[in-house]
Protein backbone atom coordinates (compact mmCIF):
# COMPACT_ATOMS: atom_id res chain seq x y z
CA UNK A 1 0.00 0.00 0.00
CA UNK A 2 2.72 2.26 0.95
CA UNK A 3 4.53 1.71 -2.64
CA UNK A 4 1.43 2.64 -4.33
CA UNK A 5 0.98 5.85 -2.50
CA UNK A 6 4.16 7.01 -3.00
CA UNK A 7 3.44 6.84 -6.43
CA UNK A 8 0.16 8.55 -5.93
CA UNK A 9 2.70 11.33 -4.64
CA UNK A 10 5.35 11.34 -7.60
CA UNK A 11 2.90 11.72 -10.05
CA UNK A 12 0.93 14.70 -8.51
CA UNK A 13 4.49 16.34 -7.58
CA UNK A 14 5.18 15.97 -11.50
CA UNK A 15 1.67 16.84 -12.76
CA UNK A 16 1.96 20.00 -10.90
CA UNK A 17 5.09 21.27 -11.91
CA UNK A 18 4.11 20.30 -15.55
CA UNK A 19 1.24 22.68 -14.53
CA UNK A 20 2.72 25.41 -13.04
CA UNK A 21 5.61 25.21 -16.32
CA UNK A 22 2.79 25.59 -18.15
CA UNK A 23 1.38 28.40 -16.25
CA UNK A 24 4.61 30.15 -16.31
CA UNK A 25 5.18 30.09 -20.07
CA UNK A 26 1.88 31.47 -20.98
CA UNK A 27 3.08 34.24 -18.29
CA UNK A 28 5.93 35.56 -20.32
CA UNK A 29 4.15 34.57 -23.64
CA UNK A 30 5.90 37.31 -25.62
CA UNK A 31 3.44 39.98 -27.76
CA UNK A 32 4.75 43.47 -28.56
CA UNK A 33 2.03 46.43 -27.62
CA UNK A 34 -0.57 46.81 -30.93
CA UNK A 35 0.39 50.24 -30.81
CA UNK A 36 4.48 49.19 -32.21
CA UNK A 37 3.03 47.01 -34.95
CA UNK A 38 4.00 48.42 -38.66
CA UNK A 39 6.48 49.50 -40.86
CA UNK A 40 10.07 51.87 -39.20
CA UNK A 41 12.74 52.14 -39.97
CA UNK A 42 16.53 52.30 -38.30
CA UNK A 43 19.72 53.51 -39.48
CA UNK A 44 21.87 50.43 -38.31
CA UNK A 45 19.53 48.18 -40.05
CA UNK A 46 17.30 49.96 -42.80
CA UNK A 47 13.44 49.19 -43.04
CA UNK A 48 11.94 47.20 -40.72
CA UNK A 49 8.89 45.61 -40.10
CA UNK A 50 7.24 45.10 -36.49
CA UNK A 51 4.71 42.27 -36.45
CA UNK A 52 3.06 40.70 -32.93
CA UNK A 53 5.68 38.56 -31.76
CA UNK A 54 8.74 38.93 -33.51
CA UNK A 55 11.18 42.23 -35.28
CA UNK A 56 12.23 42.01 -38.98
CA UNK A 57 16.04 41.35 -38.80
CA UNK A 58 16.13 40.99 -35.44
CA UNK A 59 14.37 37.61 -34.56
CA UNK A 60 11.07 35.87 -33.09
CA UNK A 61 9.67 36.90 -29.48
CA UNK A 62 10.15 33.94 -27.03
CA UNK A 63 9.48 35.69 -23.32
CA UNK A 64 8.83 39.01 -21.92
CA UNK A 65 8.79 39.69 -18.39
CA UNK A 66 8.43 43.22 -17.52
CA UNK A 67 6.63 44.93 -19.81
CA UNK A 68 9.98 46.54 -21.47
CA UNK A 69 12.58 43.70 -21.73
CA UNK A 70 11.88 41.09 -24.53
CA UNK A 71 14.15 38.08 -25.41
CA UNK A 72 14.63 36.71 -29.23
CA UNK A 73 16.15 34.53 -30.89
CA UNK A 74 17.39 34.24 -34.14
CA UNK A 75 19.28 31.57 -36.60
CA UNK A 76 22.78 31.77 -37.35
CA UNK A 77 23.84 28.35 -39.26
CA UNK A 78 23.55 25.79 -37.68
CA UNK A 79 23.09 27.46 -33.84
CA UNK A 80 20.44 29.94 -32.32
CA UNK A 81 21.16 33.34 -31.20
CA UNK A 82 19.36 34.54 -28.08
CA UNK A 83 19.42 38.66 -26.87
CA UNK A 84 17.95 40.80 -24.31
CA UNK A 85 16.80 44.27 -25.68
CA UNK A 86 14.79 46.53 -23.34
CA UNK A 87 12.59 49.01 -25.37
CA UNK A 88 11.55 52.68 -24.24
CA UNK A 89 8.62 54.40 -26.24
CA UNK A 90 9.41 57.68 -26.19
CA UNK A 91 5.93 58.46 -28.43
CA UNK A 92 3.81 56.58 -30.77
CA UNK A 93 6.17 57.75 -33.49
CA UNK A 94 9.54 56.78 -32.02
CA UNK A 95 11.08 53.68 -30.13
CA UNK A 96 14.46 53.53 -28.44
CA UNK A 97 16.28 50.10 -27.18
CA UNK A 98 19.43 48.59 -25.75
CA UNK A 99 20.58 44.94 -26.59
CA UNK A 100 22.24 42.77 -24.96
CA UNK A 101 25.26 40.22 -26.51
CA UNK A 102 23.62 37.45 -27.73
CA UNK A 103 24.06 33.94 -26.96
CA UNK A 104 24.71 31.42 -29.36
CA UNK A 105 23.96 27.88 -29.31
CA UNK A 106 23.38 24.67 -31.14
CA UNK A 107 19.51 24.78 -31.84
CA UNK A 108 19.30 21.67 -30.41
CA UNK A 109 19.25 22.99 -27.06
CA UNK A 110 15.99 23.60 -25.82
CA UNK A 111 16.98 25.63 -22.88
CA UNK A 112 16.32 29.02 -23.97
CA UNK A 113 18.19 31.66 -22.30
CA UNK A 114 17.38 34.46 -20.20
CA UNK A 115 20.44 36.92 -19.70
CA UNK A 116 19.74 40.79 -19.68
CA UNK A 117 22.58 41.92 -18.54
CA UNK A 118 23.52 45.35 -20.60
CA UNK A 119 25.71 47.80 -19.73
CA UNK A 120 24.78 51.34 -19.01
CA UNK A 121 27.02 52.88 -21.44
CA UNK A 122 25.66 50.42 -24.13
CA UNK A 123 24.65 51.62 -28.01
CA UNK A 124 21.07 53.50 -28.04
CA UNK A 125 19.47 52.51 -30.90
CA UNK A 126 16.54 54.69 -32.52
CA UNK A 127 13.63 53.16 -34.29
CA UNK A 128 11.57 55.89 -36.52
CA UNK A 129 8.24 54.94 -37.44
CA UNK A 130 7.27 55.16 -41.50
CA UNK A 131 4.72 57.21 -42.47
CA UNK A 132 4.47 59.21 -39.19
CA UNK A 133 1.69 61.11 -38.30
CA UNK A 134 3.47 64.53 -37.63
CA UNK A 135 3.50 66.29 -34.76
CA UNK A 136 3.29 70.24 -33.31
CA UNK A 137 6.70 71.36 -33.46
CA UNK A 138 7.49 73.19 -29.81
CA UNK A 139 8.95 75.94 -31.52
CA UNK A 140 6.56 78.00 -33.81
CA UNK A 141 7.02 81.73 -35.54
CA UNK A 142 9.18 83.14 -37.39
CA UNK A 143 13.11 83.47 -36.11
CA UNK A 144 16.42 84.66 -37.30
CA UNK A 145 19.39 82.28 -36.36
CA UNK A 146 22.75 81.46 -35.84
CA UNK A 147 24.23 77.73 -36.48
CA UNK A 148 27.36 76.18 -36.40
CA UNK A 149 27.96 73.07 -38.66
CA UNK A 150 31.82 72.50 -37.11
CA UNK A 151 33.07 74.64 -39.61
CA UNK A 152 32.46 77.82 -36.76
CA UNK A 153 29.94 80.32 -35.81
CA UNK A 154 27.77 81.79 -39.00
CA UNK A 155 26.29 85.20 -37.42
CA UNK A 156 26.30 87.27 -40.36
CA UNK A 157 24.02 87.31 -42.73
CA UNK A 158 21.19 86.04 -40.26
CA UNK A 159 19.63 83.54 -41.40
CA UNK A 160 15.87 83.35 -41.35
CA UNK A 161 13.25 80.59 -39.84
CA UNK A 162 9.71 80.79 -41.64
CA UNK A 163 6.24 79.56 -39.99
CA UNK A 164 4.82 76.86 -42.34
CA UNK A 165 1.09 76.35 -43.07
CA UNK A 166 1.09 73.04 -40.33
CA UNK A 167 2.14 73.79 -37.22
CA UNK A 168 4.22 70.06 -37.59
CA UNK A 169 6.70 72.27 -39.90
CA UNK A 170 9.30 75.03 -40.27
CA UNK A 171 11.27 76.49 -42.93
CA UNK A 172 14.92 77.13 -42.41
CA UNK A 173 16.79 79.48 -44.73
CA UNK A 174 20.80 78.95 -44.36
CA UNK A 175 22.92 81.80 -45.37
CA UNK A 176 26.42 81.39 -46.16
CA UNK A 177 28.95 83.49 -44.17
CA UNK A 178 32.02 84.86 -46.41
CA UNK A 179 34.17 84.28 -43.32
CA UNK A 180 33.07 80.50 -42.64
CA UNK A 181 34.39 78.05 -44.90
CA UNK A 182 31.84 75.48 -44.31
CA UNK A 183 28.21 78.05 -44.29
CA UNK A 184 26.17 77.25 -47.01
CA UNK A 185 23.35 78.93 -48.79
CA UNK A 186 20.32 76.20 -48.41
CA UNK A 187 16.77 76.03 -47.60
CA UNK A 188 15.53 73.22 -45.50
CA UNK A 189 11.98 72.43 -44.05
CA UNK A 190 11.88 70.64 -40.54
CA UNK A 191 8.95 68.57 -39.48
CA UNK A 192 8.16 67.38 -36.19
CA UNK A 193 7.30 63.74 -35.73
CA UNK A 194 8.00 62.64 -32.37
CA UNK A 195 9.04 64.71 -28.94
CA UNK A 196 9.24 63.46 -25.22
CA UNK A 197 11.62 64.76 -22.39
CA UNK A 198 14.40 62.68 -20.85
CA UNK A 199 16.18 64.84 -18.59
CA UNK A 200 16.44 67.29 -21.52
CA UNK A 201 13.43 68.21 -24.05
CA UNK A 202 14.05 66.34 -27.17
CA UNK A 203 12.38 66.34 -30.79
CA UNK A 204 13.13 64.46 -33.65
CA UNK A 205 12.15 65.67 -37.33
CA UNK A 206 12.28 64.72 -40.92
CA UNK A 207 14.42 67.31 -43.21
CA UNK A 208 13.54 68.37 -46.57
CA UNK A 209 15.63 69.73 -48.75
CA UNK A 210 17.56 69.04 -52.05
CA UNK A 211 20.21 66.91 -52.43
CA UNK A 212 19.32 64.40 -49.11
CA UNK A 213 17.48 61.34 -51.03
CA UNK A 214 18.73 58.59 -48.34
CA UNK A 215 16.56 58.39 -44.95
CA UNK A 216 19.74 58.14 -42.96
CA UNK A 217 20.24 62.12 -43.98
CA UNK A 218 16.53 63.47 -43.82
CA UNK A 219 16.08 62.21 -40.31
CA UNK A 220 17.62 63.92 -37.22
CA UNK A 221 17.32 64.31 -33.65
CA UNK A 222 17.47 67.21 -32.23
CA UNK A 223 17.54 68.19 -28.46
CA UNK A 224 16.51 71.71 -27.09
CA UNK A 225 15.74 74.44 -24.95
CA UNK A 226 14.36 78.05 -24.01
CA UNK A 227 16.67 80.44 -22.24
CA UNK A 228 16.10 84.12 -21.40
CA UNK A 229 18.87 86.55 -22.60
CA UNK A 230 20.21 89.88 -22.00
CA UNK A 231 18.51 90.65 -25.74
CA UNK A 232 15.28 88.63 -25.23
CA UNK A 233 14.41 84.88 -25.07
CA UNK A 234 16.50 82.27 -27.63
CA UNK A 235 16.31 78.75 -28.37
CA UNK A 236 19.03 76.78 -28.39
CA UNK A 237 19.37 73.38 -30.71
CA UNK A 238 21.43 70.70 -30.79
CA UNK A 239 21.33 68.77 -33.99
CA UNK A 240 22.50 64.67 -34.70
CA UNK A 241 23.98 64.26 -38.75
CA UNK A 242 21.98 61.05 -39.05
CA UNK A 243 18.83 59.48 -38.03
CA UNK A 244 20.41 58.72 -34.75
CA UNK A 245 20.20 60.37 -31.25
CA UNK A 246 23.99 60.23 -30.89
CA UNK A 247 26.53 62.99 -30.27
CA UNK A 248 24.79 65.57 -28.67
CA UNK A 249 26.78 66.19 -26.02
CA UNK A 250 25.77 69.92 -25.42
CA UNK A 251 24.22 73.02 -26.88
CA UNK A 252 28.03 74.12 -28.27
CA UNK A 253 28.80 70.52 -29.09
CA UNK A 254 27.70 68.48 -31.70
CA UNK A 255 27.22 68.12 -35.37
CA UNK A 256 24.62 70.76 -35.98
CA UNK A 257 23.85 73.62 -33.18
CA UNK A 258 21.49 76.75 -33.71
CA UNK A 259 20.45 79.57 -31.82
CA UNK A 260 17.16 81.30 -32.62
CA UNK A 261 15.36 84.19 -31.64
CA UNK A 262 12.02 85.65 -32.35
CA UNK A 263 11.79 87.77 -35.76
CA UNK A 264 10.28 91.19 -34.77
CA UNK A 265 9.68 92.50 -38.06
CA UNK A 266 7.20 89.93 -38.19
CA UNK A 267 3.86 91.28 -36.58
CA UNK A 268 2.38 89.03 -34.10
CA UNK A 269 -1.61 88.40 -34.23
CA UNK A 270 -3.68 91.40 -32.77
CA UNK A 271 -7.14 89.89 -33.05
CA UNK A 272 -9.03 86.28 -32.29
CA UNK A 273 -11.92 84.38 -33.91
CA UNK A 274 -15.36 84.87 -32.85
CA UNK A 275 -16.67 82.13 -30.83
CA UNK A 276 -19.00 80.80 -33.14
CA UNK A 277 -16.10 79.87 -35.42
CA UNK A 278 -14.31 78.22 -32.31
CA UNK A 279 -16.56 76.37 -30.67
CA UNK A 280 -16.29 73.36 -33.34
CA UNK A 281 -14.56 71.80 -36.58
CA UNK A 282 -16.03 72.45 -39.82
CA UNK A 283 -15.94 70.68 -42.94
CA UNK A 284 -16.62 71.50 -46.89
CA UNK A 285 -19.87 69.51 -47.91
CA UNK A 286 -17.71 67.36 -49.86
CA UNK A 287 -16.31 66.11 -46.72
CA UNK A 288 -12.49 66.28 -48.18
CA UNK A 289 -11.05 69.86 -46.66
CA UNK A 290 -11.11 70.18 -42.71
CA UNK A 291 -11.14 73.78 -40.84
CA UNK A 292 -10.03 74.16 -37.29
CA UNK A 293 -9.15 77.24 -35.24
CA UNK A 294 -6.15 76.63 -32.90
CA UNK A 295 -6.13 76.56 -29.25
CA UNK A 296 -4.76 80.13 -29.18
CA UNK A 297 -8.06 81.18 -31.17
CA UNK A 298 -6.02 83.34 -33.51
CA UNK A 299 -4.96 80.46 -36.40
CA UNK A 300 -7.39 78.96 -38.64
CA UNK A 301 -6.25 75.59 -40.60
CA UNK A 302 -7.08 74.01 -43.69
CA UNK A 303 -6.24 69.99 -43.41
CA UNK A 304 -6.77 67.59 -45.93
CA UNK A 305 -7.17 65.05 -43.85
CA UNK A 306 -6.64 62.10 -46.47
CA UNK A 307 -3.08 63.37 -46.53
CA UNK A 308 -1.56 61.74 -43.85
CA UNK A 309 1.89 62.75 -43.76
CA UNK A 310 1.27 66.49 -44.62
CA UNK A 311 -2.34 67.35 -44.12
CA UNK A 312 -2.35 71.28 -43.68
CA UNK A 313 -2.01 72.76 -46.87
CA UNK A 314 -3.30 76.47 -45.71
CA UNK A 315 -2.86 78.43 -42.76
CA UNK A 316 -4.79 81.90 -41.92
CA UNK A 317 -3.89 83.76 -39.16
CA UNK A 318 -5.82 87.08 -38.04
CA UNK A 319 -3.31 90.26 -37.52
CA UNK A 320 -5.86 92.05 -37.34
CA UNK A 321 -9.83 92.63 -37.78
CA UNK A 322 -11.69 94.96 -40.56
CA UNK A 323 -14.21 96.49 -39.25
CA UNK A 324 -15.64 98.98 -42.23
CA UNK A 325 -16.42 95.49 -44.12
CA UNK A 326 -18.64 96.80 -47.03
CA UNK A 327 -20.27 93.23 -46.96
CA UNK A 328 -22.49 94.27 -43.67
CA UNK A 329 -24.53 96.44 -45.62
CA UNK A 330 -25.77 93.49 -47.81
CA UNK A 331 -26.76 91.36 -45.07
CA UNK A 332 -28.11 90.90 -41.70
CA UNK A 333 -25.84 88.06 -40.45
CA UNK A 334 -22.89 88.12 -38.28
CA UNK A 335 -20.06 88.88 -40.43
CA UNK A 336 -16.15 88.87 -39.06
CA UNK A 337 -13.77 90.54 -41.59
CA UNK A 338 -10.09 90.25 -40.79
CA UNK A 339 -6.95 90.54 -42.50
CA UNK A 340 -4.55 87.47 -42.50
CA UNK A 341 -0.98 86.24 -42.49
CA UNK A 342 -1.49 83.36 -44.62
CA UNK A 343 0.55 80.39 -45.38
CA UNK A 344 0.15 77.80 -48.26
CA UNK A 345 2.72 74.77 -47.16
CA UNK A 346 5.45 77.44 -46.21
CA UNK A 347 5.03 80.26 -48.79
CA UNK A 348 3.00 83.34 -46.89
CA UNK A 349 1.50 86.25 -48.16
CA UNK A 350 -1.49 88.47 -46.94
CA UNK A 351 -5.26 88.39 -48.03
CA UNK A 352 -8.14 89.65 -46.29
CA UNK A 353 -10.58 87.27 -44.98
CA UNK A 354 -14.44 87.56 -43.78
CA UNK A 355 -16.96 84.78 -42.85
CA UNK A 356 -20.77 84.78 -42.62
CA UNK A 357 -22.82 82.97 -39.87
CA UNK A 358 -25.78 81.71 -41.81
CA UNK A 359 -27.12 79.32 -38.75
CA UNK A 360 -25.87 77.61 -35.72
CA UNK A 361 -23.72 74.58 -38.05
CA UNK A 362 -23.24 76.63 -41.12
CA UNK A 363 -21.00 79.23 -42.15
CA UNK A 364 -19.45 80.93 -45.45
CA UNK A 365 -16.48 82.59 -46.27
CA UNK A 366 -14.70 84.02 -49.37
CA UNK A 367 -10.95 85.15 -49.43
CA UNK A 368 -9.24 88.29 -51.50
CA UNK A 369 -6.08 88.20 -54.09
CA UNK A 370 -3.15 87.87 -52.60
CA UNK A 371 -1.05 91.22 -51.47
CA UNK A 372 2.17 91.81 -50.55
CA UNK A 373 1.53 94.02 -47.75
CA UNK A 374 -1.46 93.86 -44.91
CA UNK A 375 -2.24 97.63 -45.95
CA UNK A 376 -4.00 96.80 -49.16
CA UNK A 377 -5.38 93.67 -48.32
CA UNK A 378 -9.20 94.39 -47.71
CA UNK A 379 -10.64 96.47 -50.38
CA UNK A 380 -13.67 95.72 -52.35
CA UNK A 381 -11.37 95.84 -55.88
CA UNK A 382 -9.43 92.39 -53.96
CA UNK A 383 -13.07 90.14 -53.61
CA UNK A 384 -14.44 91.15 -56.82
CA UNK A 385 -15.32 87.75 -58.97
CA UNK A 386 -14.75 85.61 -55.79
CA UNK A 387 -16.73 82.95 -54.89
CA UNK A 388 -17.82 82.29 -51.38
CA UNK A 389 -18.08 78.83 -50.02
CA UNK A 390 -20.16 77.18 -47.61
CA UNK A 391 -18.98 74.91 -44.36
CA UNK A 392 -20.96 72.53 -42.09
CA UNK A 393 -20.06 71.91 -38.37
CA UNK A 394 -19.02 68.62 -37.71
CA UNK A 395 -21.77 68.58 -35.26
CA UNK A 396 -24.36 69.48 -37.55
CA UNK A 397 -27.98 68.47 -36.32
CA UNK A 398 -31.16 67.47 -38.03
CA UNK A 399 -33.28 70.83 -38.51
CA UNK A 400 -36.74 71.05 -39.72
CA UNK A 401 -36.80 71.42 -43.78
CA UNK A 402 -38.93 74.09 -45.89
CA UNK A 403 -42.09 73.98 -48.09
CA UNK A 404 -43.45 70.88 -46.39
CA UNK A 405 -45.95 68.77 -48.06
CA UNK A 406 -45.72 66.74 -51.46
CA UNK A 407 -45.17 68.38 -54.70
CA UNK A 408 -45.16 67.39 -58.28
CA UNK A 409 -42.59 68.90 -60.20
CA UNK A 410 -41.74 70.67 -63.55
CA UNK A 411 -40.42 70.01 -66.12
CA UNK A 412 -42.63 66.83 -66.55
CA UNK A 413 -41.54 63.60 -67.55
CA UNK A 414 -44.10 61.99 -70.06
CA UNK A 415 -43.60 58.47 -68.29
CA UNK A 416 -43.68 59.38 -64.79
CA UNK A 417 -43.90 62.65 -62.51
CA UNK A 418 -40.72 63.79 -60.61
CA UNK A 419 -41.75 64.54 -56.89
CA UNK A 420 -40.11 66.55 -54.14
CA UNK A 421 -41.59 65.71 -50.77
CA UNK A 422 -40.62 67.88 -47.53
CA UNK A 423 -41.20 66.70 -43.83
CA UNK A 424 -43.59 63.77 -44.79
CA UNK A 425 -42.01 60.74 -43.40
CA UNK A 426 -39.81 62.70 -40.91
CA UNK A 427 -39.51 66.79 -40.16
CA UNK A 428 -36.24 66.69 -40.99
CA UNK A 429 -36.62 64.52 -43.97
CA UNK A 430 -36.62 65.25 -48.01
CA UNK A 431 -36.90 63.18 -50.42
CA UNK A 432 -36.90 63.18 -53.91
CA UNK A 433 -38.52 60.48 -57.07
CA UNK A 434 -37.47 61.46 -59.99
CA UNK A 435 -38.05 59.28 -63.35
CA UNK A 436 -34.99 56.50 -63.56
CA UNK A 437 -35.39 53.17 -64.63
CA UNK A 438 -35.11 52.35 -61.03
CA UNK A 439 -37.29 54.52 -59.85
CA UNK A 440 -35.27 55.12 -56.70
CA UNK A 441 -36.49 58.17 -53.83
CA UNK A 442 -32.90 60.37 -52.58
CA UNK A 443 -33.14 60.54 -48.89
CA UNK A 444 -31.62 63.24 -47.65
CA UNK A 445 -31.82 65.50 -44.10
CA UNK A 446 -31.64 68.66 -43.56
CA UNK A 447 -28.68 70.03 -41.56
CA UNK A 448 -28.99 73.93 -41.63
CA UNK A 449 -30.95 76.48 -43.93
CA UNK A 450 -30.82 80.10 -43.84
CA UNK A 451 -32.68 82.88 -46.44
CA UNK A 452 -31.18 85.83 -47.72
CA UNK A 453 -32.37 88.19 -50.44
CA UNK A 454 -35.38 86.18 -51.25
CA UNK A 455 -33.99 82.61 -51.62
CA UNK A 456 -33.74 80.24 -48.92
CA UNK A 457 -30.81 78.07 -48.44
CA UNK A 458 -30.88 73.91 -47.21
CA UNK A 459 -28.04 71.92 -46.75
CA UNK A 460 -28.91 68.35 -46.85
CA UNK A 461 -26.89 65.07 -46.17
CA UNK A 462 -28.01 61.85 -48.04
CA UNK A 463 -26.20 58.97 -47.85
CA UNK A 464 -23.20 59.31 -50.12
CA UNK A 465 -22.88 63.11 -50.21
CA UNK A 466 -24.14 66.41 -48.74
CA UNK A 467 -25.91 68.82 -51.14
CA UNK A 468 -27.10 72.58 -51.03
CA UNK A 469 -30.39 73.37 -52.22
CA UNK A 470 -31.85 76.63 -53.46
CA UNK A 471 -35.61 78.05 -53.32
CA UNK A 472 -37.14 80.83 -55.07
CA UNK A 473 -40.08 82.12 -55.13
CA UNK A 474 -40.99 83.51 -58.66
CA UNK A 475 -44.47 84.69 -59.19
CA UNK A 476 -46.78 81.49 -58.92
CA UNK A 477 -44.09 78.77 -58.84
CA UNK A 478 -41.18 77.86 -56.40
CA UNK A 479 -37.72 77.51 -58.23
CA UNK A 480 -35.03 75.17 -56.56
CA UNK A 481 -31.68 74.11 -58.02
CA UNK A 482 -29.67 71.59 -56.60
CA UNK A 483 -25.45 71.27 -56.02
CA UNK A 484 -22.97 69.44 -54.44
CA UNK A 485 -20.65 72.59 -53.05
CA UNK A 486 -23.33 75.74 -52.69
CA UNK A 487 -20.93 77.83 -54.02
CA UNK A 488 -22.55 81.31 -54.53
CA UNK A 489 -21.42 84.45 -56.17
CA UNK A 490 -21.75 87.77 -54.05
CA UNK A 491 -22.57 89.55 -56.57
CA UNK A 492 -25.63 87.67 -58.78
CA UNK A 493 -26.46 85.62 -55.16
CA UNK A 494 -26.83 82.50 -57.16
CA UNK A 495 -25.73 79.53 -57.23
CA UNK A 496 -22.51 79.03 -60.30
CA UNK A 497 -22.28 75.54 -59.81
CA UNK A 498 -25.75 74.23 -60.55
CA UNK A 499 -27.05 73.22 -64.38
CA UNK A 500 -30.64 72.41 -63.67
CA UNK A 501 -33.61 74.20 -62.26
CA UNK A 502 -36.73 72.56 -61.03
CA UNK A 503 -39.62 74.18 -59.65
CA UNK A 504 -43.27 73.25 -58.29
CA UNK A 505 -46.53 75.00 -58.12
CA UNK A 506 -46.96 78.03 -54.95
CA UNK A 507 -49.76 76.85 -54.27
CA UNK A 508 -48.52 72.99 -54.06
CA UNK A 509 -46.28 74.51 -50.76
CA UNK A 510 -49.63 73.67 -48.61
CA UNK A 511 -50.90 70.64 -49.94
CA UNK A 512 -50.85 67.71 -47.69
CA UNK A 513 -48.41 64.77 -47.62
CA UNK A 514 -49.92 61.52 -49.84
CA UNK A 515 -52.20 58.81 -47.74
CA UNK A 516 -49.62 56.33 -46.42
CA UNK A 517 -46.64 58.62 -46.99
CA UNK A 518 -45.85 58.15 -42.80
CA UNK A 519 -47.40 54.57 -42.31
CA UNK A 520 -45.54 53.12 -44.77
CA UNK A 521 -42.23 53.99 -43.89
CA UNK A 522 -40.74 51.53 -41.09
CA UNK A 523 -39.13 53.55 -37.84
CA UNK A 524 -35.34 53.03 -37.72
CA UNK A 525 -33.01 54.67 -35.72
CA UNK A 526 -30.32 56.75 -38.05
CA UNK A 527 -26.87 56.75 -36.84
CA UNK A 528 -24.79 59.79 -38.61
CA UNK A 529 -21.41 59.10 -38.92
CA UNK A 530 -19.37 62.59 -38.31
CA UNK A 531 -15.82 61.26 -39.27
CA UNK A 532 -14.00 63.07 -41.67
CA UNK A 533 -11.87 62.54 -44.60
CA UNK A 534 -13.44 59.59 -45.22
CA UNK A 535 -15.87 57.91 -47.73
CA UNK A 536 -19.36 59.47 -47.31
CA UNK A 537 -20.71 56.27 -48.19
CA UNK A 538 -22.76 54.65 -44.92
CA UNK A 539 -23.23 57.85 -43.35
CA UNK A 540 -26.57 56.45 -43.32
CA UNK A 541 -26.94 53.11 -41.61
CA UNK A 542 -29.74 51.33 -39.51
CA UNK A 543 -28.85 49.58 -36.28
CA UNK A 544 -29.66 46.76 -37.68
CA UNK A 545 -26.94 46.72 -40.40
CA UNK A 546 -24.34 47.96 -37.68
CA UNK A 547 -21.82 45.76 -37.18
CA UNK A 548 -21.22 44.14 -33.61
CA UNK A 549 -17.51 44.15 -34.52
CA UNK A 550 -14.83 43.60 -31.00
CA UNK A 551 -11.65 45.08 -31.49
CA UNK A 552 -8.44 42.78 -32.51
CA UNK A 553 -7.30 43.35 -29.21
CA UNK A 554 -10.20 42.50 -27.59
CA UNK A 555 -10.51 39.25 -29.68
CA UNK A 556 -6.73 38.28 -29.01
CA UNK A 557 -7.38 38.98 -25.18
CA UNK A 558 -10.59 36.29 -25.67
CA UNK A 559 -9.00 33.68 -27.47
CA UNK A 560 -5.90 34.33 -25.23
CA UNK A 561 -7.81 33.51 -22.64
CA UNK A 562 -10.16 30.65 -23.43
CA UNK A 563 -6.78 28.89 -24.92
CA UNK A 564 -5.40 29.36 -21.38
CA UNK A 565 -8.39 28.30 -19.39
CA UNK A 566 -8.28 25.44 -21.99
CA UNK A 567 -4.60 24.20 -21.19
CA UNK A 568 -5.02 24.74 -17.65
CA UNK A 569 -8.05 22.69 -17.86
CA UNK A 570 -6.46 19.82 -20.08
CA UNK A 571 -3.59 19.34 -17.28
CA UNK A 572 -6.09 19.36 -14.26
CA UNK A 573 -8.36 16.35 -16.01
CA UNK A 574 -4.87 14.82 -16.19
CA UNK A 575 -4.59 14.68 -12.74
CA UNK A 576 -7.35 14.15 -11.84
CA UNK A 577 -7.77 10.87 -14.31
CA UNK A 578 -4.78 9.74 -12.58
CA UNK A 579 -5.80 10.14 -9.46
CA UNK A 580 -8.69 8.18 -9.91
CA UNK A 581 -6.97 5.17 -11.66
CA UNK A 582 -4.84 4.78 -8.67
CA UNK A 583 -7.34 5.14 -6.04
CA UNK A 584 -9.42 2.20 -8.09
CA UNK A 585 -6.61 0.22 -8.21
CA UNK A 586 -5.13 0.67 -4.95
CA UNK A 587 -9.15 -0.52 -3.70
CA UNK A 588 -9.30 -3.26 -5.78
CA UNK A 589 -6.35 -4.70 -4.30
CA UNK A 590 -7.70 -4.39 -0.74
CA UNK A 591 -10.80 -5.98 -1.69
Given at each position: ???????????????????????????????????WLGQWYQKELGD?????????????????????????????????????????????????????????????????????????????????????????????????????????????????????????????????????????????????????????????????????????????????????????????????????CLGLHSYYDAPL?????????????????????????????????????????????????????????????????????????????????????????????????????????????????????????????????????????????????????????????????????????????????????????????????????????????????????????????????????????????????????????RSSSTSRCGSGD??????????????????????????????????????????????????????????????????????????
Amino acid sequence: MKMYHCYILKINVLLWWMLNTQLESMAGACQFPDTWLGQWYQKELGDLELMTNSIDKKGICYYSDTGNKFYVKKPDGNKMCYSCLVITARHENLLQYKESRPICQEKTNTKFPRNCDIPGDAFLYTVVREKSVPVTCPFQGDFTFTYDNNTGLCERPRSKAHACAGDYSLQLHFRECPNIPGSINQVATIQCLASWRDQENYVYVKLNSFGLVHKHQMYRCMKYRERDTDSGPIVEIAATADATCLGLHSYYDAPLTLTLKKDNRVPSPSCSFPVWMKYTQWQTLSGQYLFEVDKQGTTLRLNQPSLIEDPTLTSMTCQREHLQSDLTNNTSYPVFEFVSRSHEKCKSFYQCVRFIQRSQDVIQFQTGRKVKHHSHACTAANFRGKQIRTLLAITATKKDCPYPGSHDLSPRNHKCQDVLRSGCHDKSEIRIQMCSPNHQDKQLKCLGRWMESGVSYVIARGPTRVLCFTFREIKSTIQFTVSNECTVSLETNRDVTSTAIYSFPRSSSTSRCGSGDISDIKTTHISIDKSIGKDNAGLLQTDATQPNKASDKERRHQNTGSSNTSSTLNISSVLVLVNSIFFLTVSHLNL
